[in-house]
């Protein structure tokens, strides 16, 4: 399987789909919605209505791209927080016309540059916790790739969250921890060993439901898999008595090893 920092770089290579992959490959009628209505459209977030088989969902992605010109469009997957702010917009429009929500994350972290500090980042990505804890709609967010920090939490407060096999999940990136712990962002391997950031690891604490393997990645069998998971796991989701508790206590036992209870 590879060390931690092994997997952190399999999740960063360009060539593992992204978002947009998904979207084409599971869901049919994409329609994509754009902007936050109050200031302006964040490429490196796209969302829309589309169809799982015969039903309406919202889905949103957070998108990296594959080649350098796309990934410079897309800020590299690090959303402003306009792109937080129309993911909200489009997880409220969904609960208000009782659509299923699918987010697929791929993000080293929401973009910490000066202007997207001035437009409330930190507000954005809070207010996407607050809302997406309270969603009246069933909700799963798999993770493709890097789930790093606060950008990634906030499309990932859901009934149901997923991991690829080597996929990561961390509050920092190996190279940020190394470079506050040690003042040296070489020690990234030690630092992603103890960030414990891989599937195994979010699996033993609570924080995701289901390791998705990846043998057969971007092949039609493998997207048609995921497609069937997704049918199954919203229809039982839509029969819940208690969406909310239920999420609630979700997140309540993350970290209590060893029960389910």
């Not at 798999?142 to 920090?149: A, K, N, R, T």
Request: hydrophobic letters at 40%.
């Amino acid at each position: 399987m590879g060390t931690p920092y092994e997997r952190v770089k399999l999740a960063r290579d360009n060539k593992r789909p992204t978002g947009q992959d998904y979207i084409r490959n599971i869901f049919s009628g994409f329609l994509e919605l754009h902007g936050d209505r109050k200031y302006a459209d964040d490429k490196a977030i796209i969302g829309g209505i589309a169809y799982l088989n015969d039903t309406p969902i919202t889905v949103i992605a957070i998108e990296k791209g594959h080649s350098a010109a796309e990934r410079m469009e897309r800020n590299f997957g690090a959303p402003h927080p306009e792109g937080y702010r129309k993911a909200l917009r489009l997880m409220k429009q969904a609960e208000k016309f009782g659509r299923p929500i699918v987010c697929f994350v791929d993000t080293s972290g929401a973009y910490c540059g000066i202007g997207a500090e001035e437009r409330g980042q930190g507000q954005a990505i809070a207010e996407n916790l607050m809302e997406m804890s309270t969603l009246g709609v069933p909700v799963i967010s798999v993770l493709i790739g890097e789930g790093g920090s606060g950008g990634a939490l906030a499309l990932a407060v859901a009934d149901r969250v997923w991991m690829l096999q080597n996929a990561v999940y961390s509050v920092i990136s190996p190279e940020g921890c190394a470079s506050i712990l040690w003042k040296d962002a070489a020690q990234a391997d030690v630092a992603a060993e103890s960030l414990k950031l891989t599937v195994e690891d979010a699996e033993k604490l609570g924080v995701i439901e289901r390791i998705l393997p990846e043998d057969d990645i971007g092949e039609k069998v493998y997207y048609d898999r995921i497609r069937t998971l997704f049918t199954d796991e919203i229809a039982e989701l839509s029969h819940t008595p208690d969406l909310i508790e239920a999420r609630y206590r979700r997140f309540r036992r993350i970290g209590t090893i060893g029960t389910n209870s």
